[in-house]
């Protein structure tokens, strides 16, 4: 039997306009139907995830959860105040921060509050944020106006250039990555988290405050920050637009899109046998 199932946001349950397909709000009625929970596990803010199912039934999350920030943080719904979170020491953040804009990157730094901050936005980012995701611009040289402010990761932003991120990660020195843990999505982002910070852990940690084990879950994905929950899960999912190593990794690839509503295919195909036999 599943009892969570946890899903990424951007490129997965949500359609490229940011919308929700209908299939998915059907698919989490279904699943609430048979003892399953839906859960979010997205690298965004917990706040920004509420706002993007603010079009889902209230009564749809009641009494669910939301991995946020790559699993540093977990809510419950509807609370603002989280139940775990990890932040990041101020010397490690301002470190990050250095590295990305002596490279003349466009870096990210998050308030375990919600707050985005992004320094050095190029037009392409400001306009694939826009009318999803708040953030503040800034032409601050340091983090030092953030010092005692919780921060939970830094990510950095080149806009169709997953490839030279990739590179950027390979070639930054030891001490700048001491304490952290990367991984890309999106196609544009080299996240940045803690050490140890993962949506596994997320899930894991979920799973161990609902008394259920991780065989219980199922973990939906396209991208590389996908890849340890999808990997760790009971059932690893991942959907038709996915990257060839998600979809390696997974149990199940679906044969619908982010575009789609792939959730529909989950609760009928996987859900559905196992908890109804």
Not at 57 to 79: H, Q
Not at 150 to 171: E, F, I, M, T, W
Not at 208 to 222: H, N, W
């Amino acid at each position: 039997m599943y009892r969570i199932v946890a899903s990424d946001m951007d490129e997965t349950f949500l359609a490229h306009d940011h919308t929700i397909p209908q299939a998915n709000v059907d698919a989490i009625r279904r699943l609430r139907a048979m003892g399953c929970l839906f859960v979010p596990a997205s690298g965004r803010p917990y706040g920004s995830v509420m706002e993007s199912l603010a079009a889902l039934p209230p009564e749809l999350m009641d009494g669910s959860y939301v991995i946020s920030y790559n699993g540093a943080c977990i809510n419950r719904a509807g609370e603002d105040e989280p139940l775990f979170s990890t932040t990041m020491a101020h010397q490690t953040a301002q470190r990050l921060f250095d590295y990305g804009r002596w490279l003349g990157l466009c870096v990210h730094a998050y308030e375990l509050s919600g707050r985005i901050w992004i320094f050095g936005m190029p037009a392409e980012e400001r306009g694939y944020l826009e009318g999803h995701v708040a953030f503040e611009e800034s032409d601050e040289r340091s983090l030092d106006f953030l010092a005692g402010t919780p921060l939970v990761k830094v990510l950095y932003c080149l806009p169709n250039g997953d490839s030279r991120l990739h590179q950027v990660l390979a070639k930054m020195p030891e001490e700048v990555l001491a304490g952290v843990s990367p991984t890309f999505s999106s196609g544009r982002y080299l996240e940045l988290n803690c050490a140890g910070v993962d949506k596994a852990a997320g899930l894991d940690r979920l799973a161990e405050l609902l008394g259920c084990s991780l065989d219980e879950t199922i973990a939906c994905g396209d991208a590389p920050n996908d890849l340890g929950m999808v990997a760790a899960a009971g059932m690893g999912v991942a959907v038709s637009n996915a990257t060839g190593e998600l979809k390696a990794a997974a149990g199940y690839v679906t044969a619908s899109s982010n575009e789609d509503g792939f959730l529909a295919e989950v609760a009928e195909r996987i859900v559905a046998p196992a908890n109804q036999a």
